[in-house]
């Protein structure tokens, strides 16, 4: 009984965690008309009409493209500017550098919502409401990321930094060809969490973008609710939106997994 407590309790916590999601599916694919549980789980009955109605009758290809572009651009700038930064803090020496870094690492404590309308006061007096880059730019500076970035690099030896100089390299050379090729694991994982951080982010898109051309998938989807759209057609929007977090995740879980095993290991 005590080998048996443990999956059990893991079994009760992914049946927590999934059943939501299964029924989010079943009442997608359920006969239009506003048909839930327990209607949604004759699964005989399933039909794809839901979904062709959300995608012909709202702008939600152009709601993911938005999104889309939102989460990769992001994602690339993010790891590249955390990465850098990390390795700035990590191994170089310059004044200030251990005040600056936990004062940069104290922003974790204050809420996004706290800054909320001083970014917004910023990027409207540049006029970049309802735009791509006053969308993007205001989520580069990710202090989360760049502790994430300093912790792993800091445990890289010195040596292979000292013997790239020696060889003549330069700063720019040695963050190609030493930092970048050590910390793919990292920068993976990291890169995943960028992605569904800012695939599922609701408020600051929601606040930036005013136009129905500049909303992302969750806004917009958001918005289908108050309209005469059935819950089946929300649901089927809900679960477009699943999918490119589980494509995502699926092209990179085995360096998730390498992160995982290196994590505990001494450079």
């Known amino acids: 009984m005590a080998r048996l407590r443990l999956p059990v309790l893991l079994v ?63 994602v690339v700038l993010i790891l590249l500017f955390a990465s850098m930064a990390g390795y700035a803090f990590a191994k170089k020496r310059f004044p200030g550098r251990e005040a600056l870094f936990w004062a940069f690492l ?54 292979l930094f000292e013997a790239a100089r020696m060889d003549g390299a330069s700063e720019w050379r040695v963050y190609t060809t030493v930092v970048l090729p050590l910390i793919r694991p990292v920068l993976a994982t990291l890169g995943v969490f960028v992605f569904l951080w800012h695939w599922n982010d609701f408020l600051w898109p929601l606040v930036i973008g005013q136009s129905e051309a500049m909303r992302t998938l969750t806004v917009g989807l958001a918005t289908l609710e108050g309209e005469n759209v059935t819950i089946n057609q929300v649901m089927a929007g809900a679960t477009i939106t699943v999918i490119p977090c589980l494509l995502v995740f699926g092209l990179l879980q085995r360096y998730l997994t390498d992160s995982i095993a290196t994590s505990g290991m001494k450079a």
Not at 25 to 31: G, W
Not at 50 to 62: K, M
Not at 122 to 148: E, H, K
């Open 106 to 159: 104290a922003t974790l404590m204050v809420p996004f919502q706290a800054t909320l309308i001083p970014y917004y006061l910023l990027v409207a007096g540049m006029g970049g409401v309802d735009t791509y880059w006053g969308l993007i730019v205001p989520t580069l500076a990710n202090s989360q990321a760049v502790f994430l970035m300093r912790q792993f690099i800091v445990r890289l030896p010195d040596e």
């Open 12 to 74: 009760l916590v992914a049946l927590v965690t999934v059943t939501p999601f299964a029924v989010m599916v079943l009442v997608a694919f359920a006969p239009p008309g506003g048909r839930t549980l327990p209607g949604a789980l004759d699964v005989t009955r399933a039909t794809w009409q839901n979904f062709t109605d959300v995608l012909g009758g709202a702008d939600v290809l152009r709601w993911a493209l938005n999104s889309l572009l939102y989460s990769l651009v992001s």
